[in-house]
């Protein structure tokens, strides 16, 4: 089945600065890869997600890049704020699975 | 709408006890699906389903049971439960498709004793 690994485990950035989370897959089938923010006590909740047909996305103060030949994409998070603190998860789908990544703790410091 | 609900939001059991974790939605969703999510290991599938009447195993379905009588329902049954089912379990529903968003509940948290 697909592998997806998720980098950095933790991450605390400064407010304002950018924080990046990469992720690689395994499986060059996989199409369809969505980004997940979960907050304490919640369930994870879609943020952006980009198809294999389509290099970057953005979406105000986030975007997603996509790398099929390398298998990798990332999320990027720019002018972090303090409500941006939370727990990432990228995902990688194939057929009718979705394989996660084992999640990044991002801590915004105000 | 009420999107994905799940009853009970916690669950104390004792090893070999049975249960079922509840999950509705009201969005027309063909396709529902069980995760299990543990510390430092992401979430997992248990167990999906396409449609009523359809269900397939995902990465980790030993223990659990699934059924899928209506499109807005899709319980899942502990047979016997043990200690290392002792997890948040959330369930999510999409429309149907690899690339259409999928939607989570708020999550039970179970311990098994």
């Known amino acids: 089945g697909e592998n997806v690994e998720q980098h950095p485990s933790t991450l605390s950035v400064q407010e304002g600065d950018s924080a990046v989370i990469k992720c690689t897959y395994s499986d060059s089938a996989s199409n369809y890869f969505p980004w997940y923010k979960q907050e304490l006590g919640k369930g994870p909740q879609l943020i952006i997600d980009?198809?294999?047909?389509?290099g970057e996305k953005k979406d105000q103060r986030i975007a997603v890049t996509l790398n099929k030949t390398a298998k990798h994409f990332s999320l990027h998070i720019t002018e972090t704020q303090p409500e941006d603190s939370a727990v990432y998860f990228c995902a990688a789908n194939t057929g009718n699975q979705f394989y996660f990544g084992t999640g990044t703790s991002l801590t915004v410091i105000p | 709408n009420a999107g994905v609900t799940q009853t009970p939001k916690f669950q104390v059991l004792k090893t070999g006890q049975s249960m079922t974790l509840q999950c509705a939605q009201d969005m027309n969703h063909e396709y529902m699906s069980w995760y299990r999510q543990d510390p430092g290991m992401g979430l997992r599938l248990i167990h999906y389903s396409v449609g009523a009447g359809i269900t397939d195993q995902g990465e980790v379905p030993n223990g659990y049971n699934v059924s899928r009588s209506t499109t807005e329902d899709f319980p899942l049954r502990l047979l016997s439960a043990a200690p290392s089912q002792t997890s948040v379990y959330f369930c999510a529903s999409r429309i149907a498709g690899g690339t259409d968003t999928q939607y989570f509940g708020p999550g039970t948290r179970l311990t098994v004793l």
């Open positions: 980009i198809r294999s047909n389509v």
